[in-house]
């Protein structure tokens, strides 16, 4: 089963940028409905961003709303987190999940359990 593959993340001061990508080797992201969660620690995994497979429909929750833009490349096969004004509170594990969605209205899902398929994580560390 191919998974996501995501990157991007680091070590970066507070007021920073970062780009995650979020890569679907060996399938086009076409169909996919995808998302990123942040895990901070000790804390549940809660989404950042959400994107509809069409790549016109976005979420953002309060946190992060006017800072990070989630986007898609169809020529590239990849979704893109550009992260700025980033704040240490934004430190944590970052997760791109998608779900199959070639048979469904154009949607986006914030909830975890929407998703079945997950990358392995890469870690974002803001220092004040």
């Known amino acids: 089963q191919v998974q996501p593959v995501d990157s991007g993340g680091g070590l970066v001061q507070a007021g920073g940028s970062l780009r995650l990508s979020c890569e679907a080797s060996?399938?086009?992201?076409?169909?996919?409905?995808v998302a990123w969660f942040r895990q901070a620690p000790g804390k549940e995994r809660d989404v950042v961003a959400a994107?509809?497979?069409?790549?016109?429909?976005?979420y953002y929750p309060d946190s992060v709303k006017g800072r990070f833009t989630i986007s898609r490349d169809f020529t590239k096969n990849t979704v893109t987190l550009q992260m700025n004004s980033l704040k240490p509170e934004d430190t944590g594990l970052y997760y791109c999940?998608?779900?199959?969605?070639?048979?469904?209205?154009?949607?986006?899902?914030?909830?975890?359990?929407?998703?079945?398929?997950w990358g392995q994580g890469t870690q974002v560390t803001v220092s004040s």
């Open positions: 060996g399938r086009t992201f076409d169909s996919y409905a």
């Open positions: 999940a998608w779900r199959y969605e070639a048979f469904y209205p154009d949607s986006y899902y914030y909830r975890e359990n929407d998703y079945l398929d």
């Open positions: 994107i509809s497979r069409s790549g016109t429909l976005t």
